[in-house]
């Protein structure tokens, strides 16, 4: 193919030109012919059928109705001025309203005359209307001349509207771009495959996409293109774990040895869960296999990751190498240093924390002793990524919280050795199957799916304003059984000011209804210095006061597990998973725990379903699928960062079947071919050399 053709500027395109051609690239990137062909319209026009006033739902979006028209006027003012005109069909009547263009409009409406309206419909105190819509006079060449089809609307913005590139500009732009390469458009996936799913060539999904004749020809069109989205993007991860296989030996751990075996003997406080046993078995086996481990461990709030993270750690140091863990935050990786050393009782194996607050006195010794492989677990944040920290022998990465780390931070820290350590990647925000495939596609996933023997599962209840004294209620109650309470608010992104203002307005009343002496209170928010945030917050964990007021920032890092109530102030305001993680600072010790969401009355459906969700189930991954669907992968925590989602076509949540079969082909081609050999796999293996029809597979591993 000439691949030249496709990147060939796009000002060179008929109809373009330089001052287009500008506007272009500012606007919506699209700086070569084949940026042209990828900018897929957003939406399309059903034109093909038309409805009765009365069974057009708002759901429908845009609709095209016939109607006969009956009266119009203009009333109101100035600002409010406005053209309202009556129309009707058998069915019902609509109302049609204009703000703008009221003289030209007014001037061309034709009483008694039969209308093709175009719009969105509304329903307005039970009366259906319809706000500018477009009109045009019946006729039956009219029906019969090309409204018959479906429109694509192109996304455009008000700079591309001033150059006359609105949807019909675009559309315009993508006929002559089209007209010019099509002959030229080559097969992106191998013939078998396409034969197999009963996809398009690229070439006629390229065409259909632009340009559908019905709504059968577009579905397979944009099922063709997303298959080969999600179809390359899962090439690319499983041929780099394939090559990673390949070319990164992995250090063998061949023994469990005196550390670990004392550690499970004498100082394991309680005995392993099934799913925590599972999961040690596992890193075991990945670690003696001579190849780099390159381990998910997903597991809910609570589940008991530190302790199979600490004893990975004990397996590295027993065949003699070092390790270290890394997590996002300060708080959290202090967190992980204090209950490390506490479950590490006797000093048998030397510990370290490094943030960005080691005083560079102590960063010295520390990085002797790393040097000299004296120190045999470091925790700490990203700092531990930096090059001037070195080790002897690093031989496991273990990452809390993964998704805040991209797979470019994974690499730099396999360069911290000649043989790469192994790498153990921890979450707590379980994420969905699907999302796991495509974010961490050439990870290897374990999954601790069981909870500790005996935790009682926390009780959620949903509470309007109204019902606060019940909430009072049942605070009372645990405090008076010498548990504590955390009250949060959510943080108002917007307004920090209005933020402590609701907490302040919050604790003012908490203060009338829980007295001094007999209360006592800590009251954590941003505005707070960290040395003040840390001594109110110790107050609490020392048990020196009850109840705990704060603002999101005690999300991550706070373990006490004497703690039984989790009161949410404004839950609708937080995002389900945001919900499930508050919900797990309760629930860590034996006794019944409670979640209190506080809620105003008026709620937007979404939010409805968020707070049922969370009274329904206390299952991560259950909450994690309904997040999913409720937000698009786009706004699930941690996804916006990694690129891998900057998905032109497919959507993650509604497009789960492509996404499977897509990977499912992948490792079938894999396994018959990993090297892509066969003939029937030369497409394929040319992706990985060069860019072809805009899709980049190289620099792959
Ligand atoms: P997470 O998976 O959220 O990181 P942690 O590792 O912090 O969970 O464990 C939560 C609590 O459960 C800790 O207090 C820990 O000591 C305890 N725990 C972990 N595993 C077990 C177990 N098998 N039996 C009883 N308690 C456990
Ligand atoms: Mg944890």
């Not at 940026?35 to 009765?52: G, H, N, V």
């Not at 309470?485 to 609701?502: H, R, T």
């Not at 508050?582 to 019944?592: D, I, P, S, Y």
Request: hydrophobic fraction near 40%; charged fraction near 25%; include cysteine.
């Amino acid at each position: 193919m000439n691949d030249q053709l496709f990147k060939t500027p796009i000002e060179y395109l008929k109809g373009v030109g330089p001052q287009r051609a500008e506007i272009l690239k500012k606007e919506a990137a699209i700086f070569k012919y084949e940026d042209l062909l990828s900018y897929y319209p957003f939406r399309y026009i059903d034109r093909t059928q038309f409805y009765k006033v009365a069974e057009a739902t708002p759901d429908l979006a845009h609709v095209q109705i016939l109607v006969r028209l009956k009266s119009f006027e203009v009333i109101g003012e100035k600002q409010s001025k406005r053209l309202i005109a009556k129309a009707y069909d058998d069915s019902a009547e609509i109302e049609l309203v204009w703000f703008q263009g009221i003289r030209w409009v007014e001037k061309n409406l034709k009483l008694n005359q039969v209308y093709i309206i175009f719009g969105k419909l509304n329903h307005f105190n039970g009366k259906a209307q319809m706000a500018h819509p477009e009109m045009e006079l019946f006729s039956k060449e009219n029906v019969t001349k090309g409204n018959l089809s479906l429109q694509p609307v192109y996304s455009s913005t008000e700079k591309l509207k001033q150059f006359s590139l609105d949807t019909k500009g675009i559309q315009k732009l993508t006929a002559n771009v089209l007209e010019q390469l099509a002959d030229k458009i080559e097969d992106v996936l191998p013939h078998y495959i396409l034969q197999k799913y009963k996809l398009n060539s690229h070439k006629e999904a390229l065409l259909h996409i632009h340009f559908p004749t019905d709504s059968k020809s577009l579905k397979r069109a944009q099922t063709t293109l997303k298959f080969e989205e999600l179809f390359f993007i899962q090439l690319k991860m499983l041929r780099s774990k394939l090559l990673r296989t390949y070319k990164f030996k992995g250090n063998v751990f061949s023994q469990v040895g005196d550390k670990f075996n004392y550690f499970y003997e004498n100082l394991l406080p309680f005995s392993l869960t099934n799913a925590q046993k599972r999961v040690i078995k596992e890193i075991r086996s990945d670690t003696q296999k001579g190849i780099q481990m390159n381990r998910l461990v997903q597991g809910d709030v609570g589940s008991g990751k530190t302790v199979v993270a600490l004893m990975s750690m004990l397996l590295a140091i027993d065949n003699g190498y070092q390790a270290c863990l890394m997590a996002p935050t300060e708080i959290l990786a202090t967190q992980h240093y204090h209950s490390l050393k506490a479950l590490l009782k006797d000093d048998f194996v030397e510990i370290a924390l490094l943030t960005g607050s080691t005083k560079k006195k102590e960063r010295k010794v520390l990085f002797e002793k790393l040097a000299s492989g004296d120190l045999a677990i470091l925790i700490g944040t990203h700092a531990l990524i930096e090059d001037t920290v070195q080790f002897k022998n690093l031989g496991l990465v273990v990452i809390d919280e993964q998704h805040r780390f991209g797979v470019e931070q994974r690499a730099k820290l396999w360069r911290k050795n000649v043989i790469p350590p192994h790498v153990l990647v921890m979450t707590a925000t379980p994420i969905p199957r699907t999302l796991a495939m495509t974010l961490y596609g050439d990870l290897d996933v374990s999954m601790i799916d069981e909870l500790p023997a005996g935790r009682k599962p926390i009780e959620t209840i949903h509470l309007y304003e109204t019902q606060r004294l019940r909430m009072f209620g049942l605070m009372k109650r645990e405090i008076a059984l010498g548990r504590q309470v955390y009250m949060v608010y959510p943080l108002i992104q917007e307004s920090a000011k209005l933020d402590l203002k609701n907490l302040m307005d919050g604790l003012e009343v908490m203060a009338r209804e829980f007295p001094l002496p007999q209360y006592k209170f800590s009251v954590v928010h941003g505005q707070l210095t960290a040395k003040d945030k840390e001594y109110e917050m110790q107050r609490f964990v020392k048990g020196e006061t009850q109840i705990m007021v704060a603002t999101t920032v005690i999300e991550v890092g706070v373990n006490v597990p004497n703690a039984s109530v989790m009161i949410i102030e404004n839950a609708e305001r937080f995002g389900l998973s945001q919900l499930h993680q508050l919900r797990g600072r309760v629930g860590r010790g034996a006794e019944q725990s409670y979640c209190v969401l506080m809620s105003g009355v008026k709620l937007s459906k979404e939010a409805k379903i968020r707070l049922e969700t969370m009274v329904r189930t206390n299952d991560g991954f259950e909450i994690s699928e309904i997040d999913l669907q409720l937000r698009g992968p786009g706004d699930i925590e941690g996804t916006q960062q990694s690129g891998i989602l900057d998905l032109k076509l497919a959507d993650i949540s509604q497009d789960q079947q492509i996404l499977q079969e897509a990977r499912k082909t992948v490792i079938e081609i894999f396994e018959e071919d990993p090297d892509l050999n066969l003939e029937k796999h030369q497409t394929l293996k040319k992706f990985f050399s060069v860019k072809r029809n805009g899709i980049s597979l190289d620099k792959i591993s």
